[in-house]
């Protein structure tokens, strides 16, 4: 049989800037500067459109060092990645609010009829940080609580600044930053690859940042199942007299 | 930190009073260090608020939840929870503890609770919600009647698909004494606790929790995971060989667990087959595929239909088959099942060795395609009716009383409303949905088979059965054997007595299973429990003595502490090692340094066994309070009359060999009275009774159950002091244990 190979996934599809800026680039601008180099016709529209918020202080056309490549096919949904996560990076283990999620998805998927889930399929998608290179987390918060590492061009929360706002959460494309319930401050993925060196089964790897711009595995099911609560009350299609 | 962060254990237990309404919330602060958590907390709770002699299905019986410091912490295999509540179907409804892994556990601690006490009773259908520090009592009307999967799916669509639902089925609505109650749609806490929440009309109890476990010294706890991942951990068992023979592996066996190999796949995985290869020592990335458990339980026609394998929160090992077999979702309508245990192989393991069927291995022996549907099918069906099945028994029982013609004696009418011919000819797989829903129901006849066989053997005059080998029945009281005589002869014997079922006790068959050559073993056991005659080879069993007594004790403390702290005894402890480089040496002291290191407590090995055997003691005399004597009079304290009675079988099968001779583990009577001495003795209990003593109750800080026991008449003086009964293990395997980061501080 063939080896596995057809669900990695990495990046975003938003690295667009790559041809623009070197690979781990840093170049710390304003608003202006960014204003001006859309109006010159040399940045996409996105990225003209990002740095409206965080008080102009962008640092966005950084790329990354490392992402997190990921294989859902192999997860099996222990939970080690996120108790590794939080252990590491906030010296207690809360896998609610760790930088990567694979229990909400464990169940049902990531969405009740998505198919997917330990009642269905059996697969969960393994959410990561994308690392993208216009970064909607950081761009959008109101209070510049998103800085970037200038060696690694990761992206970090200042718990100083971050009020637990949730505006990076929804300005996510993927809804990866998470406000902890016990502190009230957003957590996002600095790549430390704590996660990755704890997953029993390689489903998770810290890679050098590559720009994949291709498609990610899949989220859910083509066909999915009919869901259970919707087709019968108990074993065998028996329904309750 | 601020002095008032809890580390380790949340600081809190939830109580519901389902007769009054009240939800409140209390500190268990006082227990932690005597009781543990888990185990220890439930046993404790249980035995301060409900009276000895209290009936099952009372509303003064209560569902005790409960994990401990290491759950959800980090630790590897830190996934599990123990409940505690009376019996449904063993003598004299005595405490019962009914673990399980699967997510409960970890969501509880992580909403902020250490235990959850369910008392009262309801007069409408119930769901208890925990969502963080919100606890309420909510409408359970909409899915009074569903299975355990619809009632899931439901509650997570209305809460959160990231809640944890643990539930029953048609069998606990219906009080069914085999009821259990099922979360993340395969892991059950069984014992009858589904019956118990059906009484008190509780649908489920609902789980979300965002909170963290606060951890003393959290780089510790990452260090010593690497540690043991990288060396120490085997496969599930600890099984540290592989099964077959492998270039980087010294040893192989073919009945290790570590069935991973080349060649062999996950192969119906989500974009190809997945290879489980031939995953080392020393690789932490590939720990997970050590377990190929599917075909392991199901034989070879399985693999091409494993997606993957899983298992409770925390674990690395991954031990919980995940498979879709769609002749199974053709007939149950679910497309997704799997189990490591029972439920993975209850028809070829348990039914077919007492009443063959067609069609479930092929001429040479080996599992047939069939035969993974007739083993799935009865795994969706008792998952989603909440049927527990007391370890095999209800397998057992059904072919027994098939086969001997009871079933069709004693069912009348009922008898033909199923396909046996059908089910035997192995053409028909769904016969087993019809025959296990009706058990489930508890409405046929055939429902009796689900009270166990304390009630069913009388009832149908068959009390033969108990003295049958065949019946596996390993106590009179009703339970069967978990790992007992075939299991180093009396040390299985003993610790299969203990409790108020079956013992779950998993620490001596890890070490009997796990691949090292007897001669290794022996050294092995020399260093942990004082002898190498602590240990036979398999059927060559030798009379009792110290080292077995150890060794014995040993099983039974470990396994206790790792329902109370909690963590997965199925696995744990860490006797034994994969990584020749340790000659092969486990490491005994890394529950006490994961518990330092994340409740920031100092405590030794022994610290930890001591208080296993208080929780243990304090089970023995709680029991004694309720346990009636051979006139039926509660309170008795005589274990080795009326609790500890080990069945005729284990004394008078292999008529032509006797016991201690090669090719049997046949037991001798006297050796085996003797045996209960000598662990009575090791107890600091009654050599010739079994209870507890005064002087045991002291050194162990038993107030109350002294104070209790003095006024039923049951306390008895003499008993050996701790000190001059219990031997050293902290440090034992110190000298292999070179990479130990804590040792190293």
Redo the contacts between chains.
Sequence with gaps: MKENTALEHVGSGADRLDAFFTRRGFVKVSGAFVATMAALGLLPETAAAAPTSSKGKIDYYATPSHVLKVNRARCTGCQRCEMSCTLKNDGNSQPAAARLHVHDGYNYGKELGSGDGIYYSCEWTIRACHMCTTAMCQTACPHGAIVTDESTGVRSVDPEKCVGCGTCVAACPYHMPVVNSVTHKSTKCIACGRCAEQCPNGAIELIEWENVNHSSGPTRQENPDPLISESQDYVGGGKVA | MADNVSYGWAGYIARVNLTSGDITKESDEEMQQDYIGGMGFANKIMFDEVPAGTKWDAPENKAVLAVGPLT???V?LGGRSTWATLSTFTKDDLIVDCHCGG?LG?QLK?SGHDGLIIEGESETPVYILID?DKISIEDASAVW???T??T???L??KHG???CVAAI??AGENLLPYACVIN??SHSAGAGLGAVLGKKKVKAVVVR???????AD?QM??DL??YM?AEVLGSNNNHVVPSTQQSWAEYYDKGSRWTARKGL???A???????TGEPKPGE??????RCMKSTKDMGPEAEKYT????????????CYA?V?VPKVKE??????SGNTCVPNFPVTSYFTTIQPIEGMTDDEGTLTDQSVVYNQVVS??VD??GLWCNYAQLYRDLAHTYKEGILERELGDEFAAYDWDGLLAGTNP?AW?DIL?DIAFNQKKISRLGYGPLVWTKEWNDAAWYDNAKSCLINYRGWPVHHAIECFGQVGGLYNMMFNRDDMIHSAVNFQGCGLPIDLKKEMAKEMWGGEDACDPDKAYTPINDAKIEFAWWSIVTDVLHDSLTLCNWVWPMAMAPEKARDYRGDLDLEAQFYTAVTGVEVTTDDLYKAAERIMTLQRGYSSLGMTDAEGNMGCNDFRNVHDVITEWVFEKDPDLKAFEKGTDKMDRDDWQKALGMLYKRFGWDEELGCPTKQCLDDLGLDDLESQLDEAGLLVDGGTPYDERTRTYAGVLADYCGNNPALAQ
Excluded: F
């Excluded at chain 2, 965002?210 to 951890?215: R, S």
């Design positions: 959800g912490s980090g590897p997510m970890a992580y963080d009647g569903k299975g999967r619809e899931t799916e439901a997570c669509k698909l990231d809640c089925g048609p993340t749609r929790g965002t909170k963290g476990v606060n951890v959290p706890v990452a995971s690497d991942i796949y996950w192969a995985a989500e974009g190809g087959p997945i290879e932490p990335n590939t720990m997970g595929y997606v993957k394998m899983a298992g409770c929160h925390g674990c690395p090992v991954r995940n879709q007939i149950t309508g679910y497309s997704s969706a069906t989603d009716l769904a949905v829903k």
